[in-house]
Structure formats: C-alpha cells, structure tokens
C-alpha cells in the first residue's frame, strides 16, 4: 500500500500562505488520484482539494477556491497544496489522502480515499 507523510503546516497570521506538501512512499504516486481534506475541532472532515490520476483536473471546495492550489509532481511523488490569503477557518488538521482511480474524475468526497496520511496542523490567527 501506498503510504503517505505531510510536511508543511504550521502558525501563519490572517492573509498569509503555506504550501503543503504529502510525500508517497512504497508505491509511485502516478498511480493515484489524491486529495487534500481537513478537519477543525468538533467538526467532521471536509474535502479541499482533489487532482485526478493524470493531473489533468483539479476541483476544490467552495470556501477555498480561488485561493488554494493543488498541485502534483509524480516524478517525486509528491503532491502540493498551495494556500494563499488564509483565514482563521482554516484552521485545522490537514491530511492528503489517495485512491486507486477507475476514472480519470476528482474524488471529491472523504470516503471515497482508501489511503491516508497523518496530518498536519494549520492554525490562522487573526
């Protein structure tokens, strides 16, 4: 099974960027179609991103687009969440997630992931 590793969260201010980034290990990445979902204190997970096996589509929640990109580098199996102009709802637990795809569609609901990473913490403060 593929396995997955998150770096990059961290302590911005309102307004300011982070880039995440999921790094894939025992199995290419190019296999894959993945996603970003994250989750605050006392709710459930929510999708914010997704990118389709081949790269050729991306779709992203409402509160974010516009301002978040995703992003992915097969040849270093890795896969980027770029967020600019961030506000303090979204702070939360990031985790990149990967599904074995039958299309080259976006997965765009938590459950449909198989395979997940640890998390990272993104916190906004205003």
């Known amino acids: 099974q593929v396995q997955l590793a998150e770096f990059g969260g961290g302590s911005v201010q309102t307004g300011g960027s982070l880039t995440l980034s999921c790094a894939a290990s025992?199995?290419?990445?190019?296999?894959?179609?993945m996603g970003w979902v994250r989750q605050a204190p006392g709710k459930e997970r929510g999708f914010v991103a997704g990118?389709?096996?081949?790269?050729?589509?991306?779709d992203y929640a409402d509160s974010v687009k516009g301002r978040f990109t995703i992003s992915r580098d097969d040849d270093n199996n890795t896969v980027f969440l770029q967020m600019n102009s961030l506000k303090p709802d979204a702070t939360a637990v990031y985790s990149c997630?990967?599904?074995?795809?039958?299309?080259?569609?976006?997965?765009?609901?938590?459950?449909?992931?198989?395979?997940w990473g640890q998390g990272t913490q993104v916190t906004v403060s205003s």
């Open positions: 997630a990967a599904e074995l795809p039958y299309s080259y569609r976006v997965y765009q609901h938590p459950t449909e992931y198989a395979h």
């Open positions: 025992r199995r290419p990445l190019r296999n894959y179609a």
């Open positions: 990118i389709s096996v081949n790269g050729g589509s991306t």
